[in-house]
């Protein structure tokens, strides 16, 4: 390109300079492939994918896309190694979501358990029962919601990484935020059935 700045051409052209820049991001994608994977090697892996593709990306690559460009790559990488190793059957959504009605509308009473979250005995274990959740959460569904709530990427950066469109994203994110909060009311449900009793 004529008007590209000279002196970024040759510092991207440098793949010391692209190491630079992976390693700047390290820590964070780093993070973001392990709450994906959930597996330090497949984490691990998936970073050095994302090396070995910043090493080549066109010298006209401005910072700020070859970021961006690195953190889709991890994040697709990291979604694809968790496909392969997690063996979810889809319909475990099913098993916990609330019904649909025709507009596409969860129309059974869910009781708000937020207001419990403080309860001393409740938070030992609270973190633990949100992992598992989320964990028991197929890979799609997963790196949705981790992208989305955790990550605050944007719909078109999910649907670019997982290769559908911004609805099904919208209805992934929509979906695991359901069979997470089913999974922490059955939890609370079950705590306070626990703290009722006499004697315990």
Same mark, same amino acid.
């Given at each position: 390109m004529d008007d590209a700045d000279p002196g970024l051409t040759s510092r991207l052209d440098d793949p010391d300079r692209v190491e630079e820049l992976v390693e700047r991001y390290g820590d964070r994608v780093y993070r973001l492939a392990l709450r994906i994977t959930g597996v330090e090697e497949d984490a691990a892996e998936a970073?050095?994918?994302?090396?070995?593709?910043?090493?080549?990306?066109?010298?006209?690559?401005?910072?700020?896309?070859?970021?961006?460009?690195?953190?889709?790559? @991890?994040?697709?990488?990291?979604?694809?190694?968790?496909?392969?190793?997690?063996? @979810?059957?889809?319909?475990?959504?099913?098993? @916990?979501?609330?019904?649909?009605?025709?507009?596409?509308?969860?129309?059974?009473?869910?009781?708000?358990w937020s207001t419990r979250i403080d309860e001393p005995m409740l938070q030992g274990e609270l973190h633990g029962i949100l992992m598992d959740a989320i964990d028991a959460l197929p890979a799609d569904y997963r790196t949705a919601l981790i992208l989305h709530d955790v990550e605050s990427a944007s719909?078109?950066?999910?649907?670019?990484?997982?290769?559908?469109?911004?609805?099904?994203?919208?209805?992934?994110v929509h979906r695991a935020r359901l069979f997470v909060r089913k999974r922490l009311f059955e939890y609370f449900e079950s705590a306070r059935r626990i703290l009722a009793i006499p004697g315990q």
């Open positions: 970073v050095e994918h994302a090396l070995q593709t910043a090493r080549t990306l066109r010298s006209s690559t401005d910072e700020t896309e070859l970021g961006s460009r690195i953190y889709r790559t @991890v994040a697709r990488a990291a979604y694809h190694r968790r496909e392969r190793r997690q063996h @979810v059957d889809q319909s475990v959504l099913d098993d @916990v979501l609330p019904p649909l009605d025709v507009d596409d509308r969860h129309f059974a009473p869910m009781s708000d719909k078109v950066d999910i649907a670019q990484v997982l290769g559908v469109d911004v609805p099904a994203v919208a209805s992934l």
